[in-house]
């Protein structure tokens, strides 16, 4: 296939774009085309043009479009059915929760919470700690206590819903929505003594807070620009939370479901230090483009602090949705997936670097969660010209390209990719 045909915005395109104005809410700003449909890891828009798709609905789309195994799935759950409610249980949501408590080597009695996203697996975990915090010596307010806490820190990304808000560090998405959930604190990355002193600051006194319930971040920060956090900080942390008897909550949403070459980043020594964590979130690649999200409290004890009641979802593990995230989960198992993200994971970040585009200082990242640090603040105008070339990547800060591929990428399409990101022309406008 020719690498650089056009692929400039059509008129279908423009008049469906417009029409979109017109009717859909102003969120996202205009959308870069219209997508019609997809094969692997193309995308086709509605003027015909084919683009390699390296952002893949934003780390969601596993097994890339129409994969024959997910499709199968989807169609025979969808013609049998879709929908029962949690009044009743599914053969493939019991395998599904099972499955994910083995994938995450969580041990025996750990149990599996279903949302449809990743800010909705996020608030089940908040919810967890904040049930778990009262249960910590100092945080019953009978008592001149104060109510626990849950630390996050700066940069990170827990999604758009007003808990998982609360703990999203972004000043210009969480503010607006103040005042949100009180009693969360943000400590700056990398910061063990910052960290350490929130655990301090607890007690009696009129600057002591509560005591600290949970910590969450994320190990890979993702909509930071793909900032791993540090295997020497998350294991501080872990250290900390021991210490003080609180929780460890990693958000996997981006980095789950063999992202960055394990099923769990957690998983991977490098990124984490070998940190067990007692909860993980989990939501974009786990179906592989059905929503689908949620939350796995490690250990029976934290798990049954949620009781009938709790907590709760109409959509939360419906059939279709299992359906979809099992025939994803069996074939990345089955096709040693895993590995490829490893290798091409490597061939990415070694080819962008080998490539000698002066545009390009660095790249980072994990399996297949990289992101290509540029020379200058010109990520959206990168991001077009990649587009314009057949080519989808995604500007995820001013000064850094991100590329998440579906995880079923090839060597050549990976090769493809690269020839196009090294042609990216440096003197191109700042953002
Ligand atoms: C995308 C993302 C979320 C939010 O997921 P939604 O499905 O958009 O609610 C939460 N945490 C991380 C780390 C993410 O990347």
Same mark, same amino acid.
Not at 23 to 38: A, C, E, I, Y
Not at 67 to 81: F, I, L, N, Y
Not at 341 to 368: C, D, H, K, W
């Given at each position: 296939?020719?690498?650089?045909?056009q692929?400039?915005?059509?008129?279908?395109?423009?008049?469906?774009?417009?029409?979109?104005?017109?009717v859909?809410?102003?969120v996202?700003?205009t959308?870069?085309?219209?997508?019609?449909?997809?094969?692997?890891?193309?995308?086709?828009?509605?003027?015909?043009?084919v683009?390699?798709?390296?952002?893949a609905g934003?780390?969601?789309?596993?097994?890339?479009?129409?994969?024959?195994?997910?499709v199968?799935?989807?169609?025979?759950?969808?013609?049998?059915?879709?929908?029962v409610?949690?009044?009743?249980?599914?053969?493939?949501?019991?395998?599904?929760?099972?499955?994910l408590v083995?994938?995450?080597?969580a041990?025996?009695?750990?149990?599996?919470y279903?949302?449809?996203?990743?800010a909705?697996?996020?608030?089940?975990?908040?919810?967890?700690?904040?049930?778990y915090?009262?249960t910590?010596?100092?945080?019953?307010t009978?008592?001149g206590?104060?109510?626990?806490?849950?630390?996050?820190?700066?940069?990170?990304?827990?999604?758009?819903?007003?808990?998982?808000?609360s703990?999203?560090?972004?000043?210009?998405?969480?503010?607006?929505? &103040?005042? *949100?959930?009180? +009693? %969360?604190?943000?400590?700056?990355?990398?910061?063990?003594?910052?960290?350490?002193?929130? /655990?301090? #600051?607890?007690?009696?006194?009129?600057?002591?807070?509560?005591?600290?319930?949970?910590?969450?971040?994320e190990l890979?920060q993702?909509?930071?620009?793909?900032?791993?956090?540090?295997a020497?900080?998350?294991?501080?942390?872990?250290?900390?939370?021991?210490?003080h008897?609180?929780?460890?909550?990693?958000?996997?949403?981006?980095?789950?479901i063999?992202r960055?070459?394990?099923?769990?980043a957690?998983?991977? &020594?490098? *990124?984490?230090? +070998? %940190?067990?964590?007692?909860?993980i979130?989990f939501?974009?690649g786990v179906a592989?483009? /059905?929503? #689908?999200?949620?939350?796995?409290a490690f250990g029976?004890?934290?798990?049954?602090l949620f009781?009938?009641?709790?907590h709760?979802?109409?959509?939360?593990?419906?059939?279709?949705g299992a359906?979809a995230a099992?025939a994803?989960l069996?074939?990345?198992?089955?096709?040693h997936?895993?590995d490829?993200v490893?290798?091409?994971?490597?061939?990415l970040?070694?080819?962008v670097?080998s490539?000698g585009?002066?545009l390009?200082?660095?790249?980072? +990242?994990?399996?297949?969660?990289?992101?290509i640090?540029l020379?200058?603040?010109?990520?959206?105008?990168? #991001?077009?010209?990649?587009?314009?070339?057949?080519?989808?990547?995604?500007a995820v800060a001013?000064?850094?390209?991100?590329?998440?591929?579906?995880?079923?990428?090839?060597?050549?399409?990976?090769?493809?990719?690269?020839?196009i990101?090294n042609?990216i022309?440096?003197?191109?406008?700042?953002?």
């Amino acid at each position: 296939m020719a690498t650089n045909t056009q692929h400039g915005l059509g008129a279908q395109d423009e008049a469906l774009l417009k029409r979109y104005s017109q009717v859909h809410m102003n969120v996202f700003g205009t959308p870069l085309r219209v997508m019609d449909h997809g094969q692997g890891c193309r995308l086709w828009d509605v003027d015909g043009n084919v683009y390699l798709d390296f952002l893949a609905g934003i780390a969601v789309n596993a097994l890339g479009y129409a994969h024959p195994a997910w499709v199968k799935a989807v169609q025979e759950q969808a013609a049998s059915m879709a929908h029962v409610s949690n009044y009743f249980a599914t053969k493939t949501q019991i395998e599904l929760a099972a499955k994910l408590v083995e994938l995450s080597g969580a041990p025996a009695g750990s149990h599996v919470y279903f949302g449809n996203s990743g800010a909705e697996g996020n608030e089940a975990a908040l919810k967890l700690a904040k049930l778990y915090g009262r249960t910590l010596p100092g945080s019953t307010t009978m008592f001149g206590g104060k109510p626990a806490r849950i630390i996050a820190l700066t940069h990170g990304f827990h999604g758009r819903t007003l808990g998982a808000l609360s703990a999203t560090w972004k000043p210009v998405i969480r503010k607006p929505y &103040e005042p *949100l959930l009180p +009693g %969360v604190d943000f400590v700056e990355v990398g910061d063990v003594n910052a960290l350490r002193d929130e /655990f301090c #600051m607890t007690g009696s006194g009129p600057y002591a807070k509560g005591p600290v319930a949970a910590v969450i971040m994320e190990l890979i920060q993702g909509e930071a620009g793909v900032r791993p956090v540090g295997a020497d900080f998350v294991k501080a942390a872990r250290a900390l939370c021991d210490e003080h008897k609180a929780l460890l909550i990693i958000d996997e949403v981006q980095t789950g479901i063999g992202r960055t070459g394990t099923w769990f980043a957690f998983q991977n &020594e490098e *990124l984490s230090g +070998g %940190v067990v964590p007692d909860m993980i979130t989990f939501a974009k690649g786990v179906a592989s483009g /059905f929503p #689908m999200g949620g939350m796995i409290a490690f250990g029976d004890k934290l798990s049954k602090l949620f009781t009938p009641g709790s907590h709760g979802s109409t959509f939360a593990g419906n059939p279709l949705g299992a359906s979809a995230a099992m025939a994803t989960l069996e074939t990345i198992e089955r096709d040693h997936v895993l590995d490829n993200v490893r290798r091409r994971g490597e061939q990415l970040r070694a080819g962008v670097m080998s490539g000698g585009n002066p545009l390009f200082t660095g790249v980072r +990242g994990a399996g297949l969660l990289n992101a290509i640090q540029l020379q200058h603040p010109c990520a959206h105008a990168a #991001m077009e010209w990649a587009l314009e070339h057949g080519l989808i990547v995604n500007a995820v800060a001013p000064d850094a390209l991100r590329l998440a591929p579906p995880l079923i990428v090839t060597e050549a399409e990976v090769n493809e990719a690269l020839s196009i990101l090294n042609q990216i022309p440096c003197e191109l406008p700042d953002d």
